[in-house]
């Protein structure tokens, strides 16, 4: 049986609903998704814990229904602004819609409950479950990890993807004290997998889409069971990383970093140059054009060409995917940089679907749809099957749609 003192707290769900959800009803609701756990009581604490079990009986998760004196988070630490070298978490945890902010200001909550783990079964669970609670309740959910909120619609498409991705399940966070001169991209929710966060410092804002990309392919590779080793090189286009323990690198860093790692002294790897044993800037500044476009890849960037190529009728051409990097500080979606695959273009707006964001709302990442203008697009890149167009080859290809 599961042992409550070696379990952690990796979810939770907060509701303004105080009559607990029976045992017999979640069993019931998995089993009309034709999903084979079962909920039981749990004998430490019969009117507050369940325990979950697999459909082999074995149990992976206790679920516990608690009153506390205090809410999570305040609406106002849950508003995003500008992170600091004092508070890094506070522009990254995302934006308190209104939806949200009721069941966070109620004292009634669900916590799910696991012991850290390889591999994703625990967590796919964890991820059921929550969709039981939100259909069976009204509330909010909390990835206490990735130092999130999940909305139901983002927990929908997790659950109904056949691959894996990462950005699911962990939380990239980066901090930028310009005053000191220092910045640190760093991950959350590895250690639900029982593996290392991420890190990596000095980068630059300009390098920083690129980064992204190159942590969640780490993160992938390790959740996947192909972790590398550290110490060793990690070839990558632009050069060579390795992953180095962070107590052996945080202790020759500046002390202004001091602050930063107050809250975070969890197991860490830093990422580093291998060559140099510095920041990643001059490795990872390609990586993602050349992951996705090669290495010789050459885009459009005035904003004259990208008019003329980018029209409803070039985008309905078959086979040609657009790439666009854009630079955004709207309301809407918050500030930063991202790259998006264009789906549509209608009254001078394009919309597109996003590859990777750098946007300070957390609530948008990969998959989700935004909308924009022409002014925020920095460059453009276009592909035909697995082959990158060359920009004559684009202005030949759309002169005459």
């Not at 909550?109 to 991820?127: C, N, R, W």
């Amino acid at each position: 049986m599961l042992q409550l003192n070696q379990l952690n707290v990796m979810y939770s769900f907060w509701t303004q609903n105080d009559q607990v959800i029976s045992a017999s009803d979640l069993t019931n609701w998995f089993s009309k998704q034709q999903l084979g756990y079962r909920i039981v009581d749990s004998p430490m604490d019969t009117s507050r814990y369940y325990t979950i079990l697999d459909a082999g009986g074995s149990p992976l998760l206790l679920l516990g229904f608690h009153q506390s004196p205090t809410t999570p988070l305040t609406q106002e630490e849950l508003r995003p602004r500008e992170a600091t070298a004092s508070q890094p978490e506070a522009a990254q945890v995302g934006v308190c819609r209104p939806q949200h902010s009721s069941f966070l200001a109620s004292k009634y909550h669900y916590d799910i409950l696991f012991e850290p783990t390889k591999g994703l079964q625990k967590v796919m669970a964890s991820l059921h479950l929550l969709y039981a609670l939100s259909s069976l309740r009204e509330g909010a959910i909390l990835d206490l990890k990735a130092q999130r909120i999940v909305s139901a619609r983002k927990l929908q498409k997790t659950l109904a993807r056949e691959t894996i991705l990462p950005e699911d399940h962990i939380a990239l966070q980066f901090v930028v004290d310009h005053e000191n001169g220092i910045s640190w991209l760093h991950s959350h929710g590895m250690e639900k997998f029982d593996l290392p966060n991420l890190e990596t410092f000095d980068l630059t804002e300009e390098n920083l889409l690129s980064a992204i990309q190159l942590f969640n392919d780490l993160a992938l590779a390790m959740i996947e069971g192909h972790s590398p080793p550290p110490n060793a090189p990690i070839e990558l286009p632009g050069g060579k990383i390795t992953l180095m323990f962070s107590h052996d690198v945080r202790q020759f860093l500046s002390e202004t970093y001091g602050s930063l790692f107050k809250e975070h002294k969890g197991a860490s790897y830093s990422v580093i140059d291998f060559e140099q044993a510095g920041d990643i800037n001059a490795v990872v500044a390609n990586y993602f054009t050349a992951k996705y476009f090669g290495p010789d890849a050459h885009p459009i960037v005035e904003r004259q060409e990208i008019e003329r190529v980018l029209t409803k009728k070039s985008l309905a051409l078959d086979g040609v995917v657009f790439f666009l990097c854009l630079s955004i500080d709207s309301r809407e979606y918050g500030r930063g940089n991202l790259w998006i695959e264009a789906t549509g273009l209608s009254d001078g707006l394009i919309t597109g679907r996003i590859l990777v964001s750098g946007l300070s709302n957390k609530m948008l990442g990969k998959g989700d749809t935004i909308e924009f203008s022409f002014d925020e697009i920095l460059r453009l890149y276009a592909t035909a099957g697995d082959r990158l167009l060359t920009p004559q080859e684009l202005f030949t290809l759309t002169k005459d749609v």
